[in-house]
């Protein structure tokens, strides 16, 4: 879940909105770890671990996200993608 909607979450379960700034991203966390996370891990092929984006820019991440797919088609020498 994302912060802000923890956020939204977390007041309307009563905490009052400067507490439930504070707490967002913690519970975020935790909700994704508890829910999402452990059925990550139990797949077939589990990833070694996950990295947490916060507080980076849209295009810092998409940057990253093309290069990753360049240097996985090298390694793969896929040509019948768009890399």
């Known amino acids: 879940m994302l912060d802000a909607q923890m956020m939204e ?17 913690e519970e975020s966390v935790t909700r994704f770890e508890k829910n999402f996370g452990q059925q990550l891990y139990k797949k077939k092929y589990p990833p070694k671990g ?6 980076v820019a849209n295009s810092f991440i998409c940057s990253l996200q093309i290069n990753c797919i360049q240097q996985t088609c ?5 040509t019948a993608v768009n890399c």
């Open 9 to 25: 979450h977390l007041v309307n379960a009563g905490m009052n909105v400067e507490d439930a700034a504070m707490k967002a991203p």
């Open 74 to 78: 090298k390694i793969l020498q896929v």
């Open 50 to 55: 996950h990295v947490y984006f916060r507080g």
